[in-house]
């Protein structure tokens, strides 16, 4: 069993940064990627940006690339997520996910979820 706990969210204006943080305990050792996910009210959850344990490879939704920057911490078994330039369409509970097995590509495959944090961008 893996346990995951996000922190970081918040309110914050247009145009504005967060940081989020994923610390994982338990059964760390056996994890191959790290993902952070998405769900607005009335919408299904969404892919936002993954990374493999080792961090060697990355992946975005095209929605925030180029804004948002994952990067993990195996000393602290953390994942982090910095979100710039905030849009209001980023509002979201925000989802951090853990998977122990190799998928093709790092966007499926999740088995491991946190409780979610709130991310409200203000316009």
């Known amino acids: 069993q893996v346990q995951l706990v996000e922190s970081g969210g918040g309110l914050v204006q247009a145009g504005g940064s967060l940081r989020l943080s994923c610390a994982a305990s338990g059964r760390t050792f056996s994890s191959q990627a790290m993902g952070w996910f998405r769900q607005a009210p009335g919408k299904e959850r969404e892919f936002v940006a993954a990374?493999?344990?080792?961090?060697?490879?990355?992946d975005y939704a095209d929605s925030v690339k180029g804004r948002f920057t994952i990067s993990g911490d195996n000393a602290k078994n953390t994942v982090y997520l910095q979100m710039n330039s905030l849009k209001p369409e980023d509002t979201a509970v925000y989802y951090c996910a853990n998977r122990e097995r190799f998928w093709v590509g790092l966007r499926v495959g999740y088995n491991y979820w946190g409780q979610g944090t709130q991310v409200t961008v203000s316009s």
């Open positions: 990374i493999t344990w080792s961090g060697s490879r990355m």
